[in-house]
């Protein structure tokens, strides 16, 4: 018998919320615009390689170091670097799934271009590109004597629907429940519908994704692979939308794991969030290959005074267009928290007059600082998923209204200019503060230093913000 409670399958529907819309998409469009047609290419393939081997790896198809995943990525998949896997598969059996999965992501830009539909027949068929050199998979069956659940390998019918149960086990005895397999067909039916709805009332793209891939998780129509093609699905929707694939690193795993955990439960930020921090990641890299102020490459060899020009030169560049762009940026980050200060000021104020009202012992008040590593960065660091990119000890230039009643709570604004190369990318996170922890509202906010119209798209949020910041204090009230 099951120790917890076990997930009860339910046909999917379409998720109901106020979305707002992203001004992500608007910074990598205004990145994209700084590139050569060979700079992206060259982006376009390190990316690919990039999707493939994380999504193969956090499937758990195979397991390679990182050090190697580095080279395969930067350098592109030499069989040499792989080794033999402990599920048995062999460095060459891992080569070809790699080239299966990166023909695959090649095949859906293909299929962007050509500006067919989404159908049920296409996602068969993008079951049977990813799934190319896999020709088995694990299959639990009973048996008979011992009346005992043991797995044994089953031939996988690649781009065909399931036609037996695949619902696994979790380590704590309960069980996850897909969609029965006599109900596949229609429910992939009802998936393409209410994608097609969602992209016709120009639903947010983060959103779409989203949805699109926890909906094809919930009917799990293959009997292995699922996990591939819903985050080639979600990548489909993304890339249509001007965006970046979903690459879900390794590192992120367990944050994947329990965003879609929540979803089953009607919780659904959590998995738009992970998202967000997704595209985010592969978005610095782009920055990083589009910038214009990457230095000239510097030949020791050269003579002296030609590595002095070089030098020069480098420096010049450095010196004349950083201070523009980070300053373009610092007043984008003071128009933001102008209206920030505004929204939150009077939030505060009417905070306290509802409670005075109803006779509640309660005070509000507005202010400013700087939090660190500590405290909001830490919430940042969750929230963007990039350690490697943003520095945890510094600074954040915060909005702060302090809640003060039997729980006090701390809801937080902050606003943060980064990139190591100080190309002008602000960042705001939304976080509530109870005494030690401190917990994300929702997915943060990022403009680049040329975005325009930024300021409804940034009231929607904030809005949205503070009134999950007030439910939250007044739910731990209760």
């Not at 590109?129 to 390998?153: C, H, I, N, Q, W």
């Amino acid at each position: 018998m099951p120790t917890a409670r076990s997930y009860e399958w339910k046909p999917i529907s379409e998720w109901t919320d106020k979305w707002f819309d992203d001004a992500l998409p608007i910074a990598i469009e205004a990145m994209k615009l700084e590139m050569d047609e060979d700079g992206w290419n060259a982006f376009h393939e390190r990316a690919a390689r990039e999707w493939s081997v994380e999504s193969g790896q956090i499937e758990g198809a195979f397991d390679i170091d990182q050090g190697i995943t580095i080279q395969l990525i930067e350098h592109g998949f030499d069989a040499n670097l792989l080794s033999e896997q402990r599920n048995g598969l062999s460095k060459e059996q891992v080569h070809q799934m790699l080239l299966d999965l990166k023909d695959t992501l090649d095949w859906i830009f293909s299929f962007i271009k050509s500006e067919r539909k989404l159908s049920v027949n296409y996602i068969c068929e993008l079951h049977q590109a990813l799934m190319r050199s896999v020709d088995s998979y694990d299959g639990y069956f009973l048996d008979p004597p011992t009346k005992e659940l043991r797995v044994a390998k089953q031939p996988l019918a690649k781009g065909k629907f399931k036609d037996l149960p695949n619902n696994p086990s979790r380590d704590d005895g309960s069980v996850h429940e897909f969609c029965p397999p006599f109900q596949v067909s229609s429910q992939m039916e009802e998936l393409i519908r209410i994608h097609e709805e969602l992209e016709g009332r120009n639903v947010p793209v983060l959103v779409r994704a989203a949805w699109l891939h926890h909906a094809f998780t919930q009917i799990h129509p293959f009997q292995d692979g699922n996990g591939r093609v819903a985050r080639a699905l979600a990548s489909l929707v993304l890339l249509k939308a001007g965006s970046m694939p979903l690459t879900v690193h390794r590192d992120m795993r367990s944050r994947y794991v329990r965003s879609l955990r929540l979803a089953d439960d009607g919780q659904v930020h959590g998995l738009i969030d992970l998202f967000e921090s997704c595209v985010y990641r592969l978005a610095v890299s782009l920055w990083n290959q589009a910038s214009v102020m990457r230095p000239k490459v510097i030949d020791a060899s050269e003579s002296l005074d030609e590595v002095l020009v070089a030098l020069g030169e480098n420096f010049a560049k450095q010196a004349g267009m950083t201070p523009v762009e980070w300053g373009r940026s610092l007043d984008v980050m003071r128009q933001l928290k102008q209206l920030a200060a505004a929204k939150l000021g009077d939030a505060a104020a009417k905070t306290a007059h509802q409670m005075s009202i109803a006779g509640v012992s309660f005070s509000a008040i507005y202010g400013t600082a700087s939090y660190l590593s500590e405290k909001l960065g830490v919430a940042r660091l969750e929230n963007w998923g990039q350690e490697s990119f943003v520095a945890s000890s510094a600074p954040i230039d915060t909005l702060v209204v302090e809640l003060k009643s039997m729980l006090p709570a701390k809801l937080l604004i902050g606003f943060d200019r980064f990139h190591p190369i100080r190309k002008g990318f602000l960042g705001v996170v939304a976080a509530i503060e109870f005494g030690d922890s401190i917990e994300v509202l929702m997915p943060s906010f990022f403009a680049h230093f040329e975005s325009v119209g930024l300021e409804p798209l940034f009231e929607a949020w904030l809005k949205k913000a503070i009134n999950l910041g007030l439910v939250k204090w007044h739910e731990r009230n209760q």
